[in-house]
């Protein structure tokens, strides 16, 4: 089922999961900054929401990574739920003038293209 | 947004929520059990996309576990996904005459509904 | 090297792993909502530390769970850090005066104790 | 705790984290791929422990990755684990002849060998 999903049903060529791989990796990476960013935050009261988004999108990354480098049948699927959670994250981080949030919206709105793009 | 989500959006109560933990973590159970007694066959050749879909079915629960615990406003999409891991991976273990296959097969099949009634 | 090590050179028996496995699923719930607890709480500024701790302890717990029913080599490693992680959480949940606190603060110790025997 | 142990108390500068990091990320591929190489091998039933410390040795990589990503007052203790399961992971590729063990193995030796230093 692995195999034959992998090599012959979908639609994605070699070059495209590893770039979503790699855009996954920099979106938990910047997700876990701004998560222990926001905790110093002086105004952490107003962060609470970017915070539960940014463990989230960190733990929603790792299974979008696992799933791409074991070749998961269910890899689409999850694409789609990363993409979900990587644009919800980057919205949030849009509301805040924190350079952590800056970086994190850039990493995640650019995993959440590929990762729709994957999914596709 | 968590917050809202959770008290006013969702269609679900915390008893169900309970129930689909308590299935999400006997199929997370099963799954790792049978995942090592099938690597201790003698005919692993024959159990290869049990092992990968036991492993991706314990990794999946965890991750709807941890949704349902932390009121994610990703819950209803998460278990949606599970489901559809736990459903391949007890049709998988439907396959195989072992006392461990079985007893995973039931387990997933339950989580699945489950999880499928959450999503809904 | 798994099963060698497991039946033949760990002095722990089967009800001995069945017992910390189950206190591990409830530190992971505990602190999973002492998670969620905390960043709804009008002093969210003074929970910062529980809120890290609550993450990470939730997360090791998850590691601790899968290495007892993997029967992993690193079972007895991985049961050291989990009591270490988890006491570190329940003496910080020991500082604050909150119900969900004061029931992670005891998933938490009782967690620790049995991963310490585990370990030993 | 966790600023505080970060800032003042380790031994470790920016760059190191920064490398190891890397390392556990390329670990954590190279385990990824040699798991699922090896459960496609005609000889799968010579795989088993090769399969299992595979799965475990990418799962603790992504664990020492949060810890270093966010601080973790239990990053030396995790980096010391990390490197325990990478060397065991290394040690059975180097029984194997298959290219994905050879490379998974030069992986994790590099990752345990910078993880040891973390936590030295």
Redesign the interface.
């Known amino acids: 089922?692995?195999?034959k999903a992998y090599k012959e049903e979908w639609n994605v060529n070699h070059q495209q999961i590893q770039e979503c791989?790699q855009a996954c990796?920099e979106a938990?990476?910047a997700s876990?900054?701004c998560?222990?960013a926001c905790?110093?935050e002086?105004h952490?009261?107003e962060m609470?929401?970017c915070?539960?988004?940014d463990?989230?999108c960190?733990?929603?990354c790792?299974?979008a990574?696992?799933?791409m480098?074991?070749?998961?049948?269910?890899m689409m699927?999850?694409c789609k739920?990363c993409a979900?959670?990587c644009e919800?994250c980057a919205k949030?981080c849009d509301k805040h003038p924190h350079d952590h949030c800056r970086k994190c919206a850039e990493a995640c709105y650019r995993c959440a293209n590929l990762c729709r793009n994957m999914s596709a």
């Open positions: 089922m692995y195999t791989i990796i938990m990476t876990n900054a998560y222990s905790l110093e002086d952490v009261k609470t929401e915070i539960k988004l463990r989230e960190a733990d929603i790792r299974v990574i696992t799933s480098q074991t070749h998961s049948p269910f699927e999850i739920l979900d959670v919800a949030e």
